[in-house]
Each structure stands twice: as C-alpha cells, then as structure tokens.
C-alpha cells in the first residue's frame, strides 16, 4: 500500500492556509491510509528560519502545533504522529544525502533565493533545508506527500536525491509524488497583501485558533473588490478575498447568492462579511472547542506525540540499517 508523509513546521499559530492547505489533508489521508500515513512537527526545520525561530518558544509551539492537527481531526490512533527531533534518524539520514546533493541544485530553490536575498549572513541550514525534508520523506520510503504548491520545487528534488542515491548504492527509496489539496490555492492575506504567510506578521492571517472577535476585527476591515467605493457599485466577487473565502467557508447556495449580490449590488461588503463569518464560526468554533479540551489535558497530545515517535523508530530503524550497509559502514 502507498506511504504518506508529510510534516508541518511549529513557526507560529496555525492559519486558514495550513488549515485548507495541509491540515485538513491531513486528516482525509489518514483515514484512508491508516498507519501508512505518517505525519510529525518538524522542529528541527524551525531553526532554519531566523526571523520566526526563537528557542524560548520552540517547546511550546511544537506542543501547540500537535495540539492543532489533533484537534483539526488528526486522530493519533489511525495515524503516526510525532515531533521530528524525537526520531534521530532523519538527521543522519539528512547527513547522507547532504554529501551526494550537489550545491547548484540546492542554491536554485526557489525559496532558498528568496529568503538568503533578505539576509545580509546566510546560514547553512536555509541552503541544506530541503536537503532534510527529503530525509524526512524518505527514511519512511514515502511515495505520496501532501504538500502546498510552494513545496513541490523541493519534492522534485526529494526525486532526484532518491535517484541518485538509487544510482550509487542500489535500489532503496522510492520517487515520491506531490499530492496537493483540492483546497490548496493561494489563499490570501487578510490584509490583502499576497498570499496568507506567518512570516508577514498577524495582520495577515486568520489564526484557526483565533477568538472570533478577534477574526471579525480583521474582517470587517478587510479589503473588498476597488470598484466598490459606493454601495449601489456592482463588483467583481473574482477580485475580492472575501469571496476567495466564502469558497473555503460557505456552501455552495451561500456562495452563489454573494457572487450575485456582488455583482448586482444586491447586498454590501459588510452584508457580505457578516455572511462570511456565519461559516467561519461553523467550521472554527468546533475545532476550538476541541482544542480548549486538549489543552485542558496536555497529556493526550504527549502520549500521543510519544507513541508516534516510537512507531517512527520501528520503521525508521530498519531503513537505516539497510542505508548504512549498502552506504559500507562498519557494522559490529
């Protein structure tokens, strides 16, 4: 049966864009792959990403983002789940293809470049990252991997590693493929300023776990379609967040009737957000509630976490076993 994995990096609170993007994905695929689908926090990624890293926090947000998934649906007992730092054989297994990755492929990442044009020092870790994600993607010999378009340079290069490996010491790893969500679009920003992003600060994202007063402030003063300056203007429902989110968080009658209220002026930005906020509290509120309850019991996400990681061991062992044999170390 095919491999899941994927990983989620503990950089901040949780927006609608991991939601619809991952998470959710998340949970579809684990119940159809069961323990096939593997999923963890990648922590050890956290540190790559200077501006969002800070240690004081990492602990916390770990916790926090495992606290998410569960309560966005992930149920730990179908699926494996765990934190990466807590399974050391994707570091080595990251060491090894560290050393057969050549430099040019990993300096033409997309994100690489855009993130090391913003630094005046650039760390070795953001250059090697995705290096490591392919370790995390194949020390499971993952073959299908949820991810958000953003990422799919980097699977490319999970393929070639895995090639070139396969080429040098034998047939080990599978080529994974890129699976992305049917909801995995470029949502954007609540302050209308590109794609939704942690990196761009709380002004532009909606937070999953969110206090709906706080969303609704955001709301009420997000941007709309320009045409509309006035409320008779007819506009154009295409070229406004708000009806990039009714498509996440309203049914389809619901949608349909903004779209043509928009158009036609037959209801106003504000109607429109109010709209749109019935759907928010009708997807969030029941994730949130689920949260405050594994908050409550903090215990239900480390055992959780702690099971994972020890089912990872099981399959992760073996894999290097098998790498380090055919790699030729000493074996006592």
Avoid at 217 to 224: C, E, G, I, N, Y
Wanted: negative net charge; glycine residues 8%; contains cysteine.
């Amino acid at each position: 049966m095919p491999r899941v994995f994927s990983g989620i990096q503990p950089t901040g609170d949780p927006h609608i864009g991991n939601y619809f993007g991952a998470m959710r994905n998340y949970v579809r695929l684990g119940e159809e792959y069961g323990k096939n689908a593997i999923y963890c926090v990648v922590d050890l990624h956290a540190p790559t990403n200077p501006g969002a890293y800070d240690p004081a926090r990492l602990a916390e947000r770990t916790f926090e983002m495992a606290l998410a998934n569960m309560a966005s649906g992930l149920d730990p007992e179908k699926v494996i789940f765990f934190a990466q730092s807590h399974v050391p054989e994707h570091t080595e297994l990251g060491w090894l293809f560290t050393v057969i990755t050549p430099v040019g492929e990993l300096e033409r990442m997309t994100q690489y470049k855009d993130k090391a044009g913003k630094l005046e020092s650039i760390p070795a870790g953001l250059l090697m990252y995705p290096v490591l994600q392919a370790a995390d993607i194949l020390l499971y010999k993952a073959d299908t991997v949820p991810v958000g378009e953003d990422q799919v340079q980097h699977i490319e290069l999970t393929r070639e590693i895995a090639r070139k490996f396969n080429a040098s010491f034998g047939e080990t790893f599978p080529e994974p493929k890129a699976v992305l969500a049917k909801d995995a679009l470029r949502i954007p920003g609540v302050d209308g300023d590109g794609k939704m992003s942690k990196s761009k600060g709380d002004a532009s994202t909606l937070g999953i776990l969110e206090p709906m007063d706080s969303i609704w402030q955001k709301l009420r003063v997000a941007p709309t379609d320009p045409a509309r300056v006035r409320r008779t203007d007819p506009g154009d429902p295409d070229k406004c967040l708000i009806g990039d989110y009714h498509k996440l968080f309203s049914d389809l009658p619901t949608i349909e009737l903004v779209y043509q209220g928009c158009r036609t002026a037959g209801i106003g930005c504000v109607d429109c957000k109010k709209m749109l906020m019935q759907g928010v509290r009708r997807e969030l509120e029941p994730l949130q509630s689920r949260a405050a309850d594994l908050r409550a019991d903090p215990d239900r996400v480390r055992d959780a976490l702690a099971t994972g990681a020890r089912l990872a061991r099981e399959i992760a062992r073996p894999v290097m076993e098998e790498v380090r044999e055919k790699v030729g170390f000493l074996k006592l």
